[in-house]
């Protein structure tokens, strides 16, 4: 399926519904150094530095975050609901243990130094500008206690949209 690439200031989408209620996969590295991706519901989309902008989390304990680490570029892409076991999958194997591409049946597609996937509705290519971790002694105690009561923080990846594919 051939990618058309739009300006990302044109999406129509409600973000609300694309990052929690239909999720997304969160890719970083390249086909050709090896990648990884992750099945991800929090997040946020917006402008900021004058630029569309995303911001999402990743887990220090996620094979994900070293190529988060490695990279300048990573992407987001977008499903329809056909493709909600693919996603259930990645989000619940690491890729560390497993070959998820083969596992989940989707095929990988090279954008703009990013990784996207055909079967993906939209993929927005990011260009990593701030990461930093989230500290949960900053935290509320009763987000403390209800999503970091193991100590696994999140660190927090801020991308500039550089690209938009339908």
Not at 8 to 22: M, Q, S, V, Y
Not at 31 to 40: A, H, I, K, L, P
Not at 138 to 154: L, S
């Amino acid at each position: 399926m051939e990618k058309i690439k739009i300006n990302p200031e044109a999406l129509a989408e409600n973000p609300f519904e694309l990052i929690g209620k239909d999720w997304f996969l969160l890719t970083a590295g390249t086909q050709e150094q090896g990648f990884n991706f992750m099945t991800c519901s929090w997040g946020q989309m917006g402008v900021l530095w004058n630029k569309p902008s995303v911001t999402c989390y990743v887990r220090h304990s996620r094979h994900t975050l070293g190529f988060m680490e490695q990279q300048d570029i990573f992407t987001l892409s977008f499903f329809g609901q056909e493709q909600r076991k693919a996603l259930g999958f990645a989000g619940s194997h690491s890729g560390r243990d497993c070959d998820k591409v083969a596992e989940t049946g989707l095929h990988p597609v090279a954008l703009e130094g990013g990784i996207g996937f055909a079967e993906a509705k939209l993929t927005l290519v990011c260009k990593k500008r701030f990461a930093a971790d989230l500290r949960i002694a900053d935290m509320p105690e009763d987000v403390a206690a209800q999503f970091y009561a193991d100590h696994d923080a999140h660190r927090m990846f801020i991308g500039e949209i550089i690209a938009a594919y339908l």
